[in-house]
């Protein structure tokens, strides 16, 4: 940026200020969430942040949730149907994962679950 620009900017904040325009705005006084988009290629950044502002979710990011959602239920369910269907489902996800040519592994998904509801299952 120039150094005019920047001055001009500079000087309608100020205004603002003076006017009280800033007063009533939301977080005032709280500190700033900075959030951490290290992961994101900066190339996308931006896009990411547009698209959240809007209330978008990218379709990994809600296929993620559901697979969490899902290891949670199976996680907490003591009903053996309930179980046996949340089981289809993971395997339905991460099915899909695969077929879209991601690999599961990119969302750290254990296959522990599997195991722990065999074990759940046994003690019954």
Known sequence: MSI???RIVEEKILKAQK???????PGR??????????RVPE????AHKILKNAGCVP???EEHVEIRRTEDL???S?????TY???KRLRCLKAKLLRDGRSPAIFDIPDTYHEGVINKLGKK
């Open 59 to 61: 379709r990994e990011l």
């Open 4 to 6: 005019g620009f920047d």
């Open 43 to 46: 190339d996308l950044r931006l």
């Open 85 to 87: 269907r949340a089981m």
């Open 78 to 82: 003591d009903d053996l149907s309930e």
């Open 19 to 25: 006017d009280g325009k800033l007063d009533n705005l």
């Open 74 to 76: 199976l996680r907490e």
């Open 29 to 38: 006084g709280k500190p700033l969430e900075i959030e951490d988009d290290s």
